[in-house]
């Protein structure tokens, strides 16, 4: 018998009865068999940044192996070219735009899933795994109102699934730059408590703004509020000096806070989710990474990226549970090359080309804005190999039901779709649509060779990154198949293909259109 296949689950006298009250109706060999589920999400981390993924300027061998004894997917999606919609959008299985605050949630932003909602940790949860959420969160915590960091923060993520957390609140370039674990900030001297604000300065901390002096690295754009280890954040804070992080060890501290999850929960089934706050800005590696890519700051972080994977897979290898444990490895967003400070991530690119051929990047309606590297590792079940087929992050979720044979109520993630055989690699058809949103939520659908953008009245160009966002007040229409890159607006000589998405849109943003098949 397989150890690795057999993890003793029926033997754990509470889990058993878990899963059995949950549930009700498996045997004990069908929850022996449930893999282990990793959630690896990088951030800004483009489908041109990895050799696997044809960069020859910058080499990822962890994330190359992954691949290699993994399925790679060549058209999987984003439902968001930012952050805090996409990940919620994959945690609920609900396209953000149906829901107001899924913008880019600021580092005191309440928790923005509702508690009421059945997350996909929840659903983890309540399959007797053992549920953990390390590293970049970026979805709020605590209650309307904002989070107070001085105190038991609740609501947090065990209210929505997770029963560990540790967690960067929002982004690494955002205050309070502090961990946050199982609902306390760590390291947080009482006499000292956190100020965060996001309307006005704070406390007497220097800012960008009125010390340019004192930074390290210098803002190209925004990032002029308080000045924390040398660099400018967005927003204003004070306090907590003691709970600070340093920049230079975040990768280190959460690729340990996982490898400790995983040790934790070697003999039961467990489902982490790990953010990794590489390769956002800012982008700083620690000394072990810093200058070794030769295309500066923006690819030493991928370099350390690399590095975290091969950290969890070489504890899975130690455990002996790799074969039996199911890792996905993707980007939130597309890339973004200056996204607010000078770090000569254009000056250094030396011929890397993140977001490959395709158009646009992070905030953009245009392909690089969510086509994102997206790789599956199973060896127990899925064999190797390159998968063509359309894929989206929102059918994460009921995917994973369907690998659990767990039955999702009505209204639970509600435009999740099973697309389990195509995740596994057992079919190369791919889901019949893909929706997504830029930064402006503006929609655009995928079907078949064609992308259909939604005509819109905001501007073309973000003003800050002057990134392309994909807007135009008129209907875009491309054919991705023969035109990759979305350099000709075809949609004047096939009106009827513009109706027909544009219908087959509305049919899903009404939520008319079946969107899933259970
Ligand atoms: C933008 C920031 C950018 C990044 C982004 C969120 C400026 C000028 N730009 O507003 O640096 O933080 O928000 O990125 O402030 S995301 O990947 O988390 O969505
Ligand atoms: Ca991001």
């Not at 050799?51 to 020859?56: E, K």
């Not at 997350?119 to 953990?132: P, S, V």
């Not at 060890?249 to 040790?263: G, H, L, N, P, Y």
């Amino acid at each position: 018998m397989n150890r690795q296949l057999f993890p003793l689950l029926s033997l754990v006298p509470g889990l058993a009865l878990v899963s059995g009250c949950a549930k009700g109706t498996k045997s004990a060999d069908e929850q022996a068999k449930r893999p282990n589920v990793i959630y690896l999400i990088s951030d800004d981390l483009g489908i041109g940044d990895l050799s696997c993924y044809g960069a020859t300027k910058v080499h990822t061998p962890h994330l190359d192996s992954l691949a290699s004894q993994g399925l790679r997917f060549n058209n999987a999606y984003a439902t968001s070219s930012i952050s805090t919609p996409s990940r919620f959008g994959l945690l609920t299985g609900m396209y953000p735009w149906r829901q107001k605050n899924t913008g880019i949630a600021p580092g005191n932003s309440e928790l923005i899933i509702d508690t009421a909602c059945v997350t996909m940790a929840d659903m983890f949860r309540a399959e007797g795994y053992a549920t953990g959420v390390v590293g970049k969160w970026h979805l709020g915590l605590g209650p309307k109102g904002g989070t107070n960091f001085n105190e038991e923060i609740r609501p947090n993520t065990s209210d929505i699934g997770f029963d560990y957390e540790f967690v960067i609140p929002a982004t690494v370039d955002r205050v309070p730059c502090v961990f946050v674990e199982n609902g306390h900030v760590v390291g947080l001297d009482p006499s000292d408590p956190i100020t965060v604000s996001y309307e006005h300065k704070v406390g007497d901390w220097p800012t960008g703004l009125e010390n340019p002096e004192l930074v390290t690295m210098k803002p190209s754009q925004g990032h002029n509020n308080t000045i924390v280890n040398g660099i400018p954040r967005i927003g204003w804070m004070t306090g907590g000096k003691s709970a600070l992080w340093n920049d230079e060890e975040i990768a280190d501290v959460i690729t340990d806070k996982a490898k400790q999850f995983i040790i934790n929960h070697k003999d039961e089934p467990f489902f982490l989710y790990m953010g990794t706050q590489d390769v956002h800005v800012p982008r700083v590696a620690h000394p072990r990474f810093a200058g070794k890519s030769g295309l500066g700051p923006r690819g030493d972080v991928i370099l350390q990226l690399d590095w975290t994977v091969g950290q969890i897979m070489q504890v899975l290898d130690s455990l002996h549970i790799a074969d039996n444990t199911l890792i996905v490895f993707c980007s939130d967003n597309g890339p973004v090359i200056d996204d607010g400070y000078h770090d000569q991530a254009f000056e250094l690119l030396n011929g890397h080309t993140p977001m490959k051929e395709y158009r646009g990047g992070k905030y953009s309606a245009f392909d690089a804005g969510t086509r994102v590297p997206f790789i599956v590792r199973w060896p127990a079940a899925i064999r190797p190999g390159i998968q063509e087929a359309p894929f989206s992050m929102v059918d994460v979720y009921a995917s994973f039901a369907s690998l659990l044979q767990h039955p999702l109520a009505e209204g639970v993630a509600p435009d999740s779709r099973n697309q389990l055989s195509t995740l596994m690699g057992k079919d190369s058809l791919g889901c019949s649509f893909v929706v997504q949103q830029n930064l402006n939520s503006t929609l655009s659908i995928i079907q078949n060779e064609w992308k259909y953008i939604m005509p819109s009245d905001k501007p073309a160009i973000e003003y800050w990154t002057k990134m392309e966002l994909g807007n135009l007040p008129q209907p875009q229409l491309y054919n991705i198949q023969e035109d990759p890159s979305e350099q000709h607006n075809v949609a004047e000589q096939y009106p009827e293909k513009v109706a027909e998405l544009d219908a087959l849109l509305r049919e899903v943003i009404a939520g008319e259109k079946k969107t899933f098949e259970r």
